[in-house]
């Protein structure tokens, strides 16, 4: 069943409706990623309709129609009964407002849910809801489906994003650009090879996400202890026939305390907001006026500031951030769901229906700024090249060294060059022509070799191919667009 998300705007309808005296709040939204007002900028549409309350229990309602199904195929439960189950499993037909009563009534996360769900089951099929699973089987399992949808979307989104950079970094494979170690000149360098970076990163996580999917996406079928003694003889092939119909991996024992799959995930989904944080923090030093060396989108109606009306800040870029750092946050509370006792903790469990829920939310957010960064990004190739040019003889120092290297050797020309470019950049001078005028620099190397080693543009290195790897890279995950009309003529 498809519940889609709430917007913004009938959040607030609901919100009014909801309050019983005009101008009383009714303390409905409490979390940053529910407000009608924010939370599009912590959480995505996506991520709600995830792990929104009646969609959590509609996934609940299909692990347990799966289970009932599949125990009637091997005869462990009446047919009639798994039919009545599966008909019943609409969330629609539940008392939420009975549900949450007694959930507050019986202190237990399941057993009201079950009272719920057998209260509209058709006869006595209700009487075999539930049969031989206990309440983290089910609960376990949703979140292994949650936890798979959260991966569909993200790899959805990395591809899109991939796909973009794959189109900036060929277009600029060789535009000139200063590459800056430790926030300072180095040398220079292709720009596409900044952006390779980023997509070689993307790269890696759409390689560690289909492994992830592998282990994260695992039924959960065992029983109180892990035995699966309530099943009977058939437990085997039920565990089998039940993952396959939640389309999940059947695990080869119970993972009720081993929780590494979550531990990976919220990991995994952590990384991939920190990769996101990486490349806009970066967009937001370039776009920087001291820079230009991009430029963000922007729309009539933005807003930088309540004060100066000429600020367009890069607030997405900032956003994504404060989305890598809250979703780095989470790891630590995923970890310590790692120790548990015996065959059972709830301990592991409470933190995880915070955790995953929000590293999901954090992730998706910060995929979803990025893409539309990228997707508005402008490369400023007179400003990359200016800015190079600004600093030219500081970043030949390199070539030179190395073309001095090869007749007194590279160590001694290493501490030559350095005092020549300390000398020039402590006084002002050109190093340039310290070097022309130098005794033995300027006597070893000749003034054509020497133009050629001041010139920015001719010491890029592998510039172009590297880009030109990363772009192939990328194209294994985004395929480039056919042109116009490329899909009529074939």
């Known amino acids: 069943m498809s519940i889609t998300a709430t917007s913004p705007e009938a ?3 609901a919100d009014a409706e909801l309050a019983s005296t005009a101008g009383e709040c009714t303390h409905v939204r409490s979390h940053i990623t529910d407000s009608p007002f924010y939370g599009h900028r912590y959480s995505t549409a996506t991520s709600h309709r995830i792990f929104c309350n009646r969609c959590r229990y509609q996934r609940w309602l299909d692990v347990e129609a799966a289970l009932a199904l599949s125990q009637a195929e091997l005869g462990i439960i009446p047919a009639e009964a798994a039919a009545g189950i599966a008909r019943a499993a609409r969330v629609e037909l539940l008392d939420l407002d009975t549900v949450r009563a007694e959930i507050r009534r019986s202190s237990h996360s ?12 058709e006869g006595d099929s209700g009487e075999y809801v539930h049969y031989g699973a206990t309440t983290q089987d089910i609960q376990d399992t949703a979140q292994s489906m949650e936890m798979r949808d959260v991966l569909d979307e993200v790899e959805r989104r990395l591809r899109v994003i991939v796909g973009a950079l794959a189109t900036i970094a060929e277009e600029h494979a060789e535009t000139v650009s200063l590459g800056r170690t430790h926030a300072q000149p180095a040398l220079p360098m292709g720009f596409g090879i900044k952006v390779g970076s980023w997509i070689d990163e993307l790269a890696r996580h759409l390689e560690r996400l289909n492994e992830v999917r592998g282990r994260v996406a695992a ?15 058939q437990a085997l092939p039920l565990l089998e026939d039940f993952a396959a119909r939640l389309e ?3 695990p080869a024992v119970g993972w009720h305390v081993a929780r590494d799959r979550v531990v990976e995930f919220v990991s995994f989904m952590a990384m991939v907001a920190g990769t996101m944080g990486r490349i806009g923090d970066e967009v937001r030093t370039l776009v920087r006026p001291e820079f230009g060396e991009l430029e963000l989108g922007w729309r009539h109606g933005q807003v930088g500031s309540s004060t100066m009306p000429h600020k367009r800040n890069p607030e997405s870029c900032e956003q994504a951030v404060v989305m890598a750092r809250l979703a780095a946050a989470q790891v630590v509370n995923a970890y310590a769901c790692m120790v548990g006792d015996h065959e059972r903790d709830a301990r592991t469990l409470r933190i995880e229906w915070a955790c995953v829920p929000d590293v999901s939310h954090y992730a998706l957010s910060a995929c979803e700024i990025i893409e539309h960064v990228v997707d508005g990004l ?42 020549l470019a300390q000398s020039a950049r ?10 022309d005028k130098d005794p033995l620099a300027g006597a070893t190397i000749g003034e054509d070799e ?41």
């Open 11 to 13: 959040g607030l309808a």
């Open 110 to 121: 399941l057993v009201a849910f079950l009272r719920g769900f057998q209260a509209v089951c």
């Open 219 to 233: 039924a959960q079928l065992f029983g109180a202890v892990g035995t699966m003694a309530g099943f009977g003889e």
């Open 248 to 250: 999940l991996a059947a």
């Open 378 to 419: 402008q490369v400023q190739p007179q400003r990359l090249r200016a800015n190079v040019r600004d600093v030219a003889e500081q970043i030949a120092t390199e070539k030179l060294m190395l073309a001095l290297g090869k007749h007194i050797g590279k160590q001694t020309a290493h501490e030559y060059v350095y005092e």
């Open 426 to 435: 402590q006084n002002g001078d050109s190093l340039r022509e310290l070097v």
């Open 450 to 490: 020497l133009d050629r080693i001041f010139d920015p543009a001719g010491y890029l290195g592998q510039s172009a191919a590297l880009a030109a790897r990363a772009v192939a890279l990328a194209r294994v995950w985004a395929p480039a667009e056919p042109a116009d009309g490329a899909q009529d003529a074939r």
